[in-house]
């Protein structure tokens, strides 16, 4: 049976039982267990950590490869598994960051918070510094 | 709290499955060895509570005050 939650972000959702991921052991600092993510079209950089069990809390988070082409995660996650990190996100772009020192690892509808001991994985990376920086490479070149 | 005195190489066994190891104190450090399952997470209390900051800075983000977001990057 679906779970239906009426998003104080999003209005109401259903979600498919096979959508719903369980985090055992929570997020550290929210007492929700049961999550599904949520994509919408506006935003499609990121989609949203929604909790089943609080309708206000969600939380965006991205797949970290696609932002920081050296992210790494020790220990190595399943193979099959998703990884995501928290996005803080902000009013100006340049002030986005994402917490590379604690992934989320989600796999067969588990998920978890991990703690990434690979050198570098900062608690504030900035989200869109490549972006950034390759677009400003194109500008010099166009200059 | 619990207070418990241990010596160097003494241990603290919590419920059936996790294990606290005192493996040396050295001056004002000492070295803690934990065994616990594999999902069960160990964070130092500074890193707990980093964590658990960024985690609601995070939730506090509102979908309709996000700036325009760049094209996705392929």
Known sequence: MPTTIDSTRFGRIEVAPESEIVFPHGLVGFDSRRFTLVAREQDAAFVWLHSLEDPALALPVADPRRFFSAFALEPAPPADAAIYVTVRASERLEDFTANLRAPLVIADGIGQQVLNEAEGAALRAPLFAELAAAAAGSEDRAA | ?74
């Open chain 2, 1 to 74: 709290m619990l207070i418990i005195t241990r010596r160097p190489g003494e241990k603290i066994v919590l419920g059936d499955d996790i294990v606290v190891t005192v493996m040396e104190i050295s001056g004002q450090t000492a070295r803690i060895g934990i065994a616990a399952p594999q999902d069960l997470p160990v964070y130092r209390e500074e890193i707990w509570e980093s964590v658990k900051a960024e985690n609601q800075a995070a939730a506090a983000a509102d979908p309709d005050k996000l700036p325009p977001l760049p094209p996705q990057q392929s």
